[in-house]
């Protein structure tokens, strides 16, 4: 069945850096875009970066574009999301999603996502 499974969050010092990954299973990453979103306590669940199936295509929403860097291993069928110059407003829990349609006409939507995976914890300290 499908699966996403992400993992490596921690506790880092602002100005510092993480990689998240997204282990994908039943399924292929070659047809199917994946998002990365984030949910803070007592805040919506929101959008920050998507790649796609396709041909690799990413978007960024301005509160991490030039900081957060989305890519993809296909032979690992993982996503990984580089985030540097980390700052405490970006401590959250972050989670990847198996993206319906492709990055270009998503606006983030969480109905456009259709499998999640359980979330991996960020904290950024000041």
């Known amino acids: 069945q499908v699966q996403l499974v992400e993992s490596g969050g921690g506790l880092v010092h602002t100005g510092g850096s993480l990689r998240l990954s997204c282990a994908a299973s039943?399924?292929?990453?070659?047809?199917?875009?994946i998002g990365w979103f984030r949910q803070a306590p007592g805040k919506e669940r929101e959008g920050v970066s998507c790649i796609d199936g396709s041909d690799g295509s990413t978007d960024y929403p301005d509160s991490v574009k030039g900081r957060f860097t989305i890519s993809r291993d296909n032979a690992k069928n993982t996503i990984y999301l580089q985030m540097n110059s980390l700052r405490p407003e970006d401590t959250a829990v972050y989670y990847c999603?198996?993206?319906?349609?492709?990055?270009?006409?998503?606006?983030?939507?969480?109905?456009?996502?259709?499998?999640w995976g359980q979330g991996t914890q960020v904290t950024v300290s000041s």
């Open positions: 999603a198996r993206l319906r349609t492709t990055c270009s006409v998503s606006d983030y939507s969480l109905d456009e996502y259709d499998y």
């Open positions: 039943g399924f292929t990453l070659d047809y199917y875009g």
